[in-house]
């Protein structure tokens, strides 16, 4: 390590933001005063949660669940950038990655509510349109053209590591890693000159072990699988990612995808796209719009196969290592 780094104090700072917790890790001179730059983050996270919360009536994307079809609603700045994002990657993917879900993630238990057997049959034979159809943007303003439940949890996380970064880089800290619940963003370097490792989950709900590990600089990483979140039905435990067709959790899916982007919330929401529409349809779209994607796909022993697709998982092994070869 050269001197310049041994100078500098290590900082892991972290909080509590949308059901878990996002953190910070960077180096800084040994006078720098973290609590400022820690308040921000948490101030950063907050406004995104409170914009773009299911779980709190009063947020920003509650009122405008709860506005009449047909009726401009006027939202925040960083909640139309989200909703604009959703909807260009709900269009990029044929609808896989479908923000206006909240009706059937409510009704499957995966909001604040438990499982309601109406609720499910309901939204199992409803007709509905996407939301890059149903919901209409202009500037700042919002219509829905039809009954339409947003739902953002499929990049909300994502955009708020994304303003953890932004929120490091107004105070002058150039080179960090953050993030909020294993979605995470590399900013620049280490002090040593090397990339920020990240590793890649094994698809284990028992425990947390790695599958791989990733050298990022300047980059995002997120992943979607079915064996973190889930709620037992009928004795049966099923993800939490819908499938849009359906208005139902998926039955057959990779156990797990990653994608590296540009921005955390990108990577998030086309990790969602992916996995819904699985390793055969998923790549193939994968390959088409440039993406970086790892599908794991489980074998009958329950061991982890990798397919990757992109330049950072298929035509340069060496940027991803086997986590027990590391």
């Given at each position: 390590?050269s001197k310049?780094?041994?100078?500098l104090?290590?900082?892991?700072l972290n909080?509590a933001?949308?059901?878990t917790r996002?953190?910070a ?7 720098f ?11 950063a ?6 914009q773009?919360s299911?779980?709190?009536p009063g947020s920003d ?5 709860a506005?009449?079809v ?14 604009r994002?959703?909807?260009e990657i709900g269009?990029a993917?044929?609808?896989?990655f479908?923000?206006?879900m909240?009706d ?15 609720g499910?049959?309901a ?7 996407p939301?890059h159809?149903?919901?209409e943007m202009?500037d ?16 909300a ?5 994304d303003?953890l ?7 002058g800290i150039s ?10 963003r590399a900013?620049g370097l280490?002090?040593d000159g090397?990339?920020w490792?990240?590793?890649?989950e094994a698809p284990?709900a028992?425990?947390r ?5 990733l050298?990022l ?5 997120a992943?979607?699988?079915?064996y ?9 435990r099923l ?7 359906r208005?139902?959790p998926?039955?057959a899916?990779p156990?797990?995808?990653t994608?590296?982007?540009r ?6 929401a086309?990790?969602t796209a992916?996995?819904?529409?699985g ?6 779209l994968a390959?088409?719009s ?6 794991l796909?489980?074998d009958?022993?329950?061991s982890?196969?990798g397919?990757?697709?992109?330049r ?5 092994p ?6 027990e070869g590391?």
């Amino acid at each position: 390590m050269s001197k310049m780094s041994t100078e500098l104090t290590r900082h892991a700072l972290n909080g509590a933001t949308m059901g878990t917790r996002w953190s910070a890790l960077f180096f800084a001179e040994p006078d720098f005063d973290p609590a400022p730059t820690r308040a921000a983050l948490q101030a950063a996270v907050d406004e995104v949660d409170g914009q773009m919360s299911t779980w709190n009536p009063g947020s920003d994307l509650m009122q405008l669940n709860a506005a009449p079809v047909a009726e401009w609603v006027t939202v925040p700045a960083r909640l139309a950038e989200v909703l604009r994002l959703g909807l260009e990657i709900g269009r990029a993917s044929g609808g896989a990655f479908d923000i206006g879900m909240g009706d059937a993630v409510t009704a499957w238990g995966f909001g604040p509510e438990a499982a309601a057997s109406d609720g499910i049959r309901a939204v199992m034979t409803a007709s509905r349109r996407p939301a890059h159809e149903a919901l209409e943007m202009d500037d700042a303003r919002v219509r829905k053209a039809a009954v339409l439940k947003l739902d953002l949890n499929g990049i909300a996380k994502g955009y708020g590591v994304d303003r953890l970064a932004e929120t490091l880089r107004d105070h002058g800290i150039s080179d960090a890693l953050v993030g909020i619940d294993g979605e995470m963003r590399a900013m620049g370097l280490r002090p040593d000159g090397e990339a920020w490792t990240i590793a890649v989950e094994a698809p284990d709900a028992e425990r947390r072990t790695p599958h791989s590990i990733l050298a990022l600089q300047d980059a995002a990483v997120a992943t979607s699988g079915d064996y973190r979140h889930w709620v037992e039905v009928q004795g049966r435990r099923l993800s939490h990612t819908m499938d849009p067709r359906r208005g139902a959790p998926l039955i057959a899916s990779p156990a797990s995808v990653t994608v590296v982007a540009r921005t955390c919330a990108e990577a998030d929401a086309w990790a969602t796209a992916l996995m819904v529409l699985g390793p055969d349809k998923g790549a193939a779209l994968a390959r088409r719009s440039g993406l970086d994607a790892l599908f794991l796909l489980r074998d009958d022993d329950a061991s982890a196969r990798g397919v990757g697709v992109g330049r950072l998982f298929s035509e340069e092994p060496a940027a991803i290592a086997s986590a027990e070869g590391r």
